[in-house]
């Protein structure tokens, strides 16, 4: 397949803001003016770094604020790598940060609808930029034929795919994109990719207060997950401009996580929330709300 050259362009800076946890988000106009936005992570022993895909998103999630902005269109694979190129660049100017260790395609937009873009960008990082494909992470709301597509594409690279409900009515209200994509045809796609790659699924979860944070939600949650080799990663609602949901509190997030872990095998854990402060964590991006 071929892949785009390594002297893709580099993106150009609009606005830059950085979190007091460390966290530094890039505000990038492309050729065309469209805007994106990445996320810089920084870790105790190396970075990580979120990456777009589309310029805003049609899936519509009901916790996020990129799903607000609508979709605009699909970014070019050189566009992707652009983002990478940018935030290395913008390492050697903060000696404190480590070398990006990690990549992980979840922010603005749904990869597997850009889905030649996304797979020509990650032979390209194999490729030409030397990255192990067990550093990349790529994150989808969880489209049956593109999951077994990827597992075959992809083997060794980590795919995330994100519940946030274990029934089907409720999760097409938080993820509307349910509706053409069951959870039960997104479940079977799942076993198919694991009998093809051997590979560990990671799954995405974010806690919305009253919505799908019960004891019943977990033990449900457990019980489809029980037959997969699995890591379920547990996320609060962060804000994102509606303000008609929150996450739960600390105590009723740990009973769902003690309720989790007890019914199903595998791991369960908690995301720590980065970049609150600039509107860089989990759902929040969205180039309206920085200013653009
Ligand atoms: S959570 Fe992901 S798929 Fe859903 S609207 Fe936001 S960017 Fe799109």
């Known amino acids: 397949m071929p892949t785009p050259a390594p002297d893709t362009a580099i993106p150009e800076l609009s606005k830059e803001q950085r979190s007091s946890d460390g966290v530094r988000k890039f505000l990038l106009t492309l050729e ?34 990129t799903g607000l902005m609508g979709f605009t269109r699909n970014l070019t694979p050189e566009e992707i790598l652009g983002q990478y190129l940018f935030a290395r660049q913008s390492l050697v100017t903060d000696p404190l940060e480590h070398e990006i260790g990690n990549l992980v395609y979840m922010g603005m937009g749904e990869p597997f609808l850009n889905f030649e873009s ?42 995330a795919i994100s519940l946030h409900h274990p029934s089907e009515v409720e999760r097409s209200a938080l993820v509307p994109a349910n509706r053409r994509w069951p959870l039960s045809d997104v479940l079977e796609a799942s076993r198919e990719y694991q009998s093809i790659t051997g590979r560990r699924l990671f799954f995405e979860y974010v806690l919305v207060s009253g919505v ?45 996580w003690r309720t989790l872990k007890a019914s199903f095998g595998g791991h369960v854990t908690f995301r720590r929330s980065r970049g609150l402060d600039i509107d860089a964590a989990c759902g929040q991006l969205a180039t309206g709300r920085t200013g653009a």
């Not at 962060?238 to 740990?254: F, I, K, L, N, W």
């Open 212 to 256: 799908n944070d019960s004891e019943i939600h977990a033990r449900t949650l457990g019980g489809l997950l029980a037959d997969l080799d699995a890591t379920v990663n547990l996320i609060p609602r962060h804000p994102d401009g509606r303000g008609d949901a929150s996450a739960p509190s600390r105590e009723a997030m740990d009973r769902f």
């Open 118 to 159: 996304v797979t020509r960008s990650l032979h390209t990082l194999r490729e030409s930029y030397g990255f192990h494909s067990r550093i990349i992470t790529v994150s989808t709301i969880g489209i049956p034929d593109r999951i077994v597509a990827f597992g075959h594409l992809f083997p060794t690279v980590r795919l």
């Open 32 to 65: 065309d003016g469209a805007k994106i936005e990445s996320v810089l992570i920084p870790g105790p022993r190396r970075t990580t770094l979120c990456m777009s895909t589309q310029v805003g998103c049609a899936m519509g999630c009901s916790f996020c604020a």
